[in-house]
Structures are given as C-alpha cells and as structure tokens.
C-alpha cells in the first residue's frame, strides 16, 4: 500500500468503530460525513492528490435487519491516487478490528463507488441527444420566427381582411358563425380556395413555441361533448401521484429510516400512504372517456367501423402518445448522470444499465409483463396497462353496442379477473400484499418488491378500474350526460360513495400500524379496495357529468384548471426525474418534518407542471399538430 492509504486506513479504523457501534440502533442507513469538505482537501506532496468522495455500500442482511431493504452506505475521503482495490482492502482491515461487525466480508459482499473528480466527459449517446436536442431548438426557434412573420404580414393594412387569409366575403361570414366549431373537426376549406400557407410553413408552424403556448393556455368554450370535470379529475389525480411519490422516493435519504413505519401507521397519514389509488382514477377516466367517445362515432357510423378507420385510431393514440414518451426517455436516460453532482448523485444514472436492454419493452407498451425486474422508468408501467386496455376495448365497446347486456357481462367478467387474481397472487405470496414488502422503493430496488412486480403493474390486477370506467362511458353515452336524480336521493348516494371512498383510503390502517388482521383480510382489502374506489370515482365522474355533481362539478369544472390538464401527460412523464433529480443532488440527508415534506411536495408539483410545460411545447405539441398536417394531406 503506498503512504496516502495507509494514512486513510488509520482515520478509517475509528470511524468504522464508531459506526458499527451505532448501527446497532437502525434508525440511519447513511454516514455521509461532508461530500464537499472532501472535495476541497488538497495535499501539495508528491505524488499529489485531493479528496476524492466514496461511498462503501453494505447490502442488507438477515443480521443488520435493514429496514425495507435498504443497503448501508458509508461515505469515506480517500486520496485520489487510491485504487479501488486499496480500499477494500482497508474496509476490510478495519472490519477485522470491529468486534462488533456484522456486515461480513465486504470483498463478498459490499461494493465501492467513487465520485468523479471533475465533469465526466459527453459519451457517445449523450453527444448524440444533444445533437438531436438541438434540431428540435432550431425548429421551434424557425417555427417561432415564421409565426410571428406571418402575423405581422397578416397585419397589413393593404390588404381587406378577408383577402389576406385568401377567402371571399361568403366564406368569412361562414368562418365566423363556425368560430367555435371543435378542433377535432374544423370546417372544410371552401372549395376552390388555394391554402395560403404552404406545406412546409404548416410544418413550421407546428413547432411554433408562440402557437403550441397559446393552445395551452387557452380557455374558451366548451364544446358539445365535453366533460368538463374531467379536466380538475386529472389535474388533481396527479397532484396526489406526484405528492405521494414525494414521500415514497424520499425514504431512502432519511436521516432516520427506522421512523418511516411510524409516519405510515399515523390515522392522518393514510391520504399519503394509499396514494396508489390515484392511478385507479386515471384508469377510471380513461375507460370512460374511450367508451363515450367511441360509443357516439360508432353510433354515427351505422354500428360498423372500416378497418382503415380502426387502423387510423390506433395510430392516432400512437402517435398522441408515443413521441414525447420515448423523446423524455432519450433525454433522461443518457445525460441524468450529468445534470448535478453529489454524494448520492450517481455518474450513469438510477436506471438498470442504461435501459440498453429494456428500452423496446416501452416502446412495445410490455414493460409492465416483460423484464419487469429491469424496467426502464419504473412509472411507466401505468403507460402500457393504458395501452393495452385501450387495444382491447374496441372489441368490448362494439359488442356492448349491438348485445348491451354480453358486452356488460364481459365487463363484470373484467373485474372478477381483477379480483380473483389479486387474491390469489397475495394468497401464493403474502409478502406481495404489503406496498414495500419484500424491500425496494422508487426506482432503486423494485426487483425486490414483490406487491409492485407481482401485484401493482400487472394488468390482470388493474383491468376492473378501466372496465368500471368503460361502464361508465357507456351510462353517459346512453343517457345522453342527463340524468335526472332526486335531491334527497342524490345526497344519499353522494354520501354512501363518500363512506366507501373513506374505508377504502383508511381500512389498510391497521396493518400499517403493525395490528395485523391476518392474511385472509389483506387477501379481502386487496382483491376488492381498487374496484371500490374505482365505483366512487365513476360515480363522482357521471354524477359530475350529468348535472348532479353541486359544487364537487364546480370545483372540478374551475377554468382555470384547463391549462394545467392539458400539461398532465408531460408531467407524469417527468415528475419522478425533477423529484430524483433534487433529492439525489442533496449534499446532506433529510430529516422527516410534516411541514418540511408537505413544502417539498407542493414545490416538486409545481416544479413538475413548469417542466412538463416546455416538454409538452418542445415533444408533445409539434407532434400533435403533425398529426393534423399529416391527415389534411391525406384527405386532399
């Protein structure tokens, strides 16, 4: 060994003394010391060297009893000019001086990683990203500039109005009693009149940063069809996704782990602790939308749809979805490891080697069936059961149209699945019945959580939520969004789906709180809460829709909610990187404080929304306005 590590074995061998000795009491899993006190240490020797920051991880054990499958991390300053080898040959010269060690033998079992000295330089992929990064800034920047050229030539006085949008006088009269026609199905352009705008300047245009901010922003009139509570449901949803991740992703840089059970068991905490149950809404909310939607075209067209017609729907959803999804995953994925720095901040990113061999199981909409255990975005599991319910539901729909009550049948069949396979994978595996059990939380260790990879993303477990939701649509499309219910009777059912709401966030409590009912009761709350809280949020979305919603409807109908529902796709798409991306960057642990924590998840949603809202004018917008360009060309 050369003198520097000799000189670290030294301090090492007291440190390592004092925390053995402390982790007999479980309530830290990580002994940082100062990542930047580290990085400031210079030693004008020769050879020189400075402070270079590792971290000894220690995996979980049967002896050290590691709380929720956490690893013990020890931070140590070593000499630059050390080698990997150099320190695990310390630890281990330190361990044997520790009577009280029960980590074994770290060659074994432990691992080292060391914090780079400076910036690692752009791989291969990262120039790449940049690259295509930059093509899509000179587009939105051409996009933009043609944008606000074409309206000040727009503004010419020269011209009459009617003659620089290159329509007569009839057809501007026909423009303006059609101004609040739906986007989904603009006016035809009159025949004979040329298009003033060129292909590639319609091109352009969808890039435009000016353009694509105004439609989400904009608020106008609803158009027929529309439900209006949708907007506040998925608004407020992703709200309680982003805050419940907030508090699951921040477990493992706790200063004081061992206190997590004792915040879950708390009566005010079971908000929090069953934020799971916001994903059910969505699939609620989308069943019922497709269903509604779907049902109403259908009707339109005689009961039949041509197979170009369904082809033209899947691509639509498709093409809706699919680009900013894989467009976020290329920029996280390859430059995460350079975005900040720190003791936790890892040099190649939180994914499993990079997505390299997972990447095409989200782009398939598998990854919830497939290499589960490597997942690339561990939250976008929710992605594909959408995808593949929204595959499958044509075939449903069109049967619940022409045999109302099969198609319904099917549907009830839908949640026994849900049901009946929830209790029996619990039943086989009780450990999948907890959330956490079995270790792993966030992204890190989810291939040692049973609940998630057995239970939660599977989509045989969560098919009954969208199958309610389709029933749903189909209520609304049948009636017409008017039903006409008692006042009396509206309370009463308000309040009986407000009870059932209630049980369903509180009747865990007691398990969390270590009183354990017993296995066949987990089996009953699991097999059956989702599908109850899914009945209460299709109840909340029809009677909303229908006129019976008083002032819940209001609140879900607020206009100002709209731009901020139009941003929740992108928001999903990135909340977990903003949150990771901070509580990584920490230079010093956390210390669980309710008012802290609620401070921490108001500002990750809001940072959340601010993200998603140049992702969705940078990815998500150009694209859907291609969509409309693309079929305008088709059509002509």
């Known amino acids: 060994m050369t003198r520097p590590v000799a000189v670290v074995g030294l301090l090492l ?3 390592f003394a004092a925390l053995a000795t402390a982790y007999v009491n ?16 210079v030693a004008n020797v020769t050879p020189s060297w400075q402070g270079q920051y590792c971290t000894v991880n220690f995996p979980p054990t049967a002896k050290n009893s590691s709380f929720f499958g956490l690893s013990l991390s020890i931070g140590l300053c070593a000499p630059s000019v050390c080698s990997a080898e150099d320190l695990v040959q310390i630890v281990n010269f330190t361990e044997s001086f520790n009577k009280t060690s029960e980590f074994g033998d770290f060659t074994h079992n432990g691992s080292i990683t060391c914090q780079p000295l400076t910036p690692p330089a752009l791989d291969t992929k990262a120039t790449v990203v940049i690259f295509i990064l930059s093509i899509f800034g000179l587009l939105i920047l051409l996009g933009s500039a043609y944008d606000v050229a074409r309206g000040w030539m727009e503004e010419s006085p020269h011209e009459p109005p009617a003659a620089r949008i290159g329509i007569n006088a009839s057809a501007e009269a026909r423009l303006r009693v059609e101004e609040y026609t739906p986007l989904l199905k603009p006016p035809a352009r009159p025949e004979g009149q040329p298009a003033r705008i060129s292909r ?15 439609k989400v922003f904009h608020i106008g009139q609803s158009s027929d069809g529309t439900i209006d509570c949708l907007h506040g449901v998925r608004f407020f949803s992703l709200c309680w996704v982003i805050m419940g991740h907030s508090y699951v992703f921040i477990i493992p840089f706790l200063n004081d782990v061992a206190v997590t059970p004792t915040i879950f068991a708390r009566w005010d905490f079971q908000f929090m602790a069953n934020a799971t149950f916001s994903v059910d809404t969505f699939f609620v909310m989308s069943g019922m939308l ?3 939607l779907y049902l109403k075209e259908y009707e339109k067209r005689g009961g039949k749809l041509s197979v170009p017609h369904k082809v033209m729907m899947y691509f639509h959803r498709l093409w809706r979805l699919t680009p900013p999804y894989m467009l976020v995953m290329m920029v996280y994925v390859p430059l995460f490891g350079y975005w900040s720095n720190g003791p936790f901040y890892p040099a190649d990113g939180i994914e499993v080697d990079q997505c390299r061999d997972t990447w095409w199981t989200n782009l398939l909409y598998i990854n919830n069936l497939v290499m589960t255990d490597k997942m690339c975005m561990g939250w976008s599991w929710y992605l594909s059961n959408d995808m593949q319910f929204f595959i499958i539901s044509p075939l449903i729909l069109s049967l619940i149209y022409h045999l109302p009550k099969v198609g319904m049948a099917v549907l009830g069949g839908l949640v026994s699945i849900q049901a009946v396979s929830t209790g029996l994978i619990i039943y086989n595996d009780p450990t999948a019945s907890t959330p956490g059990g079995g270790g792993g939380h966030g992204l890190q260790g989810i291939e040692n959580n049973p609940w998630f990879l057995e239970v939660y993303i599977k989509p045989y477990c969560r098919v009954g939520s969208y199958a309610i939701g389709l029933a749903a649509g189909y209520l609304l499309y049948k009636t017409k969004c008017t039903i006409k219910i008692p006042k009396l009777l509206n309370c009463c059912l308000w309040l009986f789906f407000w009870v059932m709401s209630v049980f369903v966030l509180y009747g865990y409590h007691r398990e969390y709180n270590h009183d354990s009912m017993g296995l066949d009761w987990r ?8 599908i109850g809280w899914s009945v209460f949020c299709a109840w909340m979305m029809v009677a909303c829709a229908t006129g019976n919603g008083g002032f819940v409807n209001s609140i879900l109908s607020w206009k100002a909610i709209i731009p901020l529902s139009r941003l929740t796709y992108c928001a999903y798409l990135v909340h977990p990187i903003v949150i990771y991306t901070y509580y990584l960057s920490r230079r010093e642990l956390f210390h669980y404080f309710d008012y802290e924590m609620v401070y921490l998840s108001v500002a990750n949603v809001a940072f959340s929304f601010g993200v998603a809202f140049f992702v969705s004018l940078a990815f998500e917008a150009p694209f859907m306005g291609l969509d409309k360009v693309l079929l305008a060309k088709k059509a002509s």
Not at 200 to 214: D, E, R, W
């Open 13 to 15: 061998l007291v440190g």
């Open 26 to 41: 479980p309530e830290n899993f990580n002994w940082l010391g100062s990542w930047q006190e580290c990085r400031t240490v």
């Open 200 to 214: 590639l300047g319609q091109v352009l245009l969808c890039f435009s940063a000016l353009a694509n901010g105004k």
């Open 290 to 292: 497709m269903a509604y």
């Open 523 to 530: 089996i009953f709350y699991w097999s059956l809460s989702r």
